[in-house]
């Protein structure tokens, strides 16, 4: 490890020869962002989190190699030390929180840690505009690819909210982008050639207009920060350093002019994106824009929901303050520290990275956190105020690697970019550049720069543990993707059987087969897949297929076992089998997670129900029904509990309530609505639903369906030509 201050002047130098790899390092970081899955069979982050770490592990053989003779120390620096202390806590947390979540942990921070130290090592001064053009050409491909969805209707990735780009959602790549966007500005603020200056002008106007499209507050926020308080501050304190201060002022106006006259023309082009034309939220970038960043306050909805997680974060934080949850163990754990009767499941993030870094790692986390927050702010002081030559020579780099971490850091308090692969590696070489500065501008301190010692029997030990990291990296991306193709195609078969509207027909007999092959195969290679699998297995429970659905829940919890919507379907699997007394012992476990959680609620209605205790079954219904509680099973068995008891009016009121909110169950709520009013001897009110019911099917097996619960008496008046017309014209 470092020695003594007597080898400062080894700090000064990076290797001559770095084997290729800060520019393996710029190409993972420019095609993180630029490349995407032209399918679903993978999750783009997958694939993303493949080329970074692929990227990361060349890079790093490539740099042994070409330092496998050398004797001078390398470099080393002390923010190293914190990745590295996320990664020990990640690897102690295998021991006694989550093994497979700490270990998903632990290689990240790996990955993290290699990268930043790469940068110490590799990103010379002349070699920063390398990586300033892969992280500007990453953004620009991504931002294109954008703009094909918005404006051209482009599906050639998958998307979640749109336009998403590469990122499968719209807010990644927004967040990606404004990290970004100080390298894009500081290549133009260093061009000398006004034809570059003004094609790198048109580039920014892209990415601001790119931000815009998608609406993310969080990235309209720091984009606003950076363009009118940071951009300006920098260019004003090292303007000496940047060409732009020598432009004529003719260039200066026209090229501020072209950026805004880009963000305004391309700002007022609508959509034809009929998906974004229905999120109601603007047809225009600048539209979006401005509506999104007016959503902003007390209704907003996603807010909203933020402020459930962070709160239950907080509960977490103060019940486990010093070992924290687990490395990864949030999505796991936040369950247990829920206000009571919440129930949110779908996030595997707490959409705030300082929150979720306390709650897993608690006193590890907030060290973490402080000595980071130190470093950044001694280097701003120091890149404000540069002490001689080297440190002036590096400081519009310094300011715009600082002013990257300043949009990272915003974001992060509202999402999850850290997580990410492409945001990730752009923040890990942003420290490593920061750390390279560090030791040219000679801070030998222990938190500062450091040599490291290095001699060629450490350089081929090194080598040898890259070559054996390469090896697991391919086959760990190997079998990740496997079990995702296996689980998506599953998932995606069993998604087209229920669209047919008859999925049970015996001519899907071999489909069936292969949903539940695909399924098995892939559980076997991904237990712990949480995203995908359970979605298999609620289209097997449509279908009626409670003994297949309920083993695929079972293998979900035995990885995740206190999400308690899955607990409960577990329970109604079993209660649908005959099963009452497994049925119950799988309420109870979900009852000392979340007692008054709607799915709960529902569960206890629906056992004291099919148990034959109706009388108990009524009362509890009528109690959560009070409360506000708002869930399909228990709303549609307060409904037959009713029409059981004769309570006709409160069974209609019913039956209305659960059309409306649902409306998939219309036209069967209008079939029992029907045979509801032929028990209040109203026949003729009877024989509209009827028809209403059968002309509102969806398909012809539903239709069928329906047929078979009229009355036969009544099913001929029904279902006879013109009865429909008939009826309406009445």
Known sequence: M??????????????????????????????????????????????????????????????????????????????????????????????WSHTYLAGVEAVRWFVFALIAWLGLNTFSRERLPMLAWA???????????????????????????????????????????????????????RARASALAFLLAVSLGLLATGILITGTRSALIASTLLVLAVFPLVAWRCRARLAFSRWSRGLQAGVLAVIATTVLLLGVLPTSNTAIIQENFGTTPIERGLHRAQQ?????????????????????????????LGAGAWENEIPRYQAEGSQLETDYYVHNEFLQLVAEYGLVGWIFLLLLSAWLLAA????????????????????????S?????????????????????????????????????????????????????????????????????????????????????SAKLALSLTATGNPNAPQYAPQRREVLRLVREGIALNPHYRKITPMVADELARWGDWKDA????????????????????????????????????????????????????????????????????????KAAYDEGISDYDLLNTYFLLAWRAKDYALAQKLLDERMQAWPDSRARGLVEQGVLALEQKQQDRALQSFRAGLAAAATPQERAALEQEIPPALRAQVSAPGSQTSSSSR
Not at 18 to 28: N, T
Not at 296 to 324: C, E, F, H, Q
Not at 444 to 473: D, E, K, M
């Open 550 to 621: 309920t083993w695929i829940w079972e293998s979900v919890l035995s990885s995740r076992p206190n999400v308690v919507a899955i607990l409960t379907n577990v329970a109604r699997g079993y209660a649908s089998m005959g099963r009452i007394d497994r049925a119950q012992a799988w309420l109870e476990q979900a009852k000392r997670l979340q007692p008054r959680a709607p799915s709960v609620r529902s569960l206890e209605v629906i056992l004291a129900a099919r148990g034959g205790d109706e009388p108990r079954a009524l009362a509890l219904a």
């Open 2 to 95: 470092p020695t003594t201050a007597a080898l400062s002047s080894d700090l000064a130098r990076e290797p001559a020869r770095d084997g290729w790899a800060a520019g393996v390092l710029a190409l993972a970081v420019f095609l993180a962002p630029a490349l995407g899955v032209p399918t679903e069979e993978m999750l783009q982050d997958t694939l993303k989190s493949m080329i970074v770490s692929f990227g990361a592990l060349a890079a790093a053989l490539l740099f042994l190699l070409a330092q496998r003779e050398r004797r001078q120390p390398l470099r080393w620096h002390g923010v190293l030390w914190l990745p590295l202390l996320l990664l020990a806590h990640a690897l102690g947390s295998m021991i």
């Open 296 to 324: 902003i306050g007390p209704n907003d909805y996603s807010l909203n929901l933020r402020m459930v997680m962070w709160k239950a974060t907080l509960t977490a934080i103060a019940a486990r303050p010093l070992a924290g």
């Open 380 to 403: 701003a002081w120091r890149t404000w105020a540069p002490a001689g030559p080297q440190a002036e020579a590096d400081q519009p780099w310094r300011a715009t690697l600082l002013a």
């Open 135 to 189: 992280i500007h050409a990453g953004a620009l491909v991504a931002t294109i690819w954008a703009m094909a969805q918005f404006w051209g209707g482009l599906e050639l990735f998958p998307q979640g909210p749109r336009p998403s780009s590469t990122f499968i959602n719209r807010n990644f790549y927004a967040e990606y982008v404004v990290c970004a966007l100080p390298f894009g500005a500081l290549l133009l603020a």
């Open 405 to 489: 971490l300043f949009a990272l850091m915003l974001v992060s308090s509202i999402g999850f970019p850290w997580r990410l692969a492409a945001t990730g590696a752009l923040f890990a070489a942003c420290l490593g550049a920061l750390a390279a500065s560090d030791a040219r501008m000679g801070h030998l301190r222990r938190w500062s720069a450091q040599p490291l010692r290095w001699s060629p029997r450490i350089a081929h030990v090194a080598l040898g543990l890259a070559g054996v990291g390469l090896v697991l990296a391919f086959s760990i991306s190997q079998r990740a993707a496997e079990s995702e193709q296996k689980l998506v195609r």
